[in-house]
């Protein structure tokens, strides 16, 4: 079997197909998450406390003073986005506590296999109950 042969087969396989399903709609997940969190989570949550957008939250290294984060980068500045690293960590607390809650449901969804049938006397056993047997009828 040439190796073409045995990559086509692979590709029309059930598991490769599902797993480039679950690619693509795990991107289009993440992108939703995203959005969650940029645009419906940490606005509240910045306006709680005090109006500040986690966004534009950063610390520059530089040493300068810059009015904000876009000014900052516009002049090339060394800068850590916390800001932007908190929204990156919340995206993924919800990706995992989704991809958690899926994997469970699906657990549950499994049929419990039925414990295994308890083993049955073994060769030896029977022979020496039939040699118990033989010397019962004596």
């Known amino acids: 079997m040439g190796m073409m042969q045995e990559f086509r087969d692979f590709a029309v396989k059930g598991n490769a197909i599902d797993l480039a399903v679950g690619v693509v709609i795990g991107a289009a997940f993440g992108k939703i998450v995203t959005s969650i969190v940029n645009d419906i989570i940490m606005p509240p949550i910045g306006l709680l406390l005090g109006k500040v957008d ?7 290294l530089s040493g300068d003073d810059y009015a904000s984060l876009a000014a900052a980068e516009a002049a090339s500045a060394p800068v850590i986005r916390y800001g932007a690293f908190i929204n990156t960590l919340l995206d993924f607390v919800i990706v995992a506590f989704a991809i958690f ?9 499994k049929k419990a296999e ?23 009828a004596r």
């Open 54 to 60: 986690f966004s534009s939250l950063f610390i520059n």
């Open 101 to 109: 809650l899926l994997v469970r449901a699906i657990n549950r969804m």
């Open 114 to 136: 039925p414990p295994a049938p308890p083993p049955g006397p073994s060769a030896e056993e029977k022979l020496l109950g039939e040699i118990r047997d033989l010397l019962k």
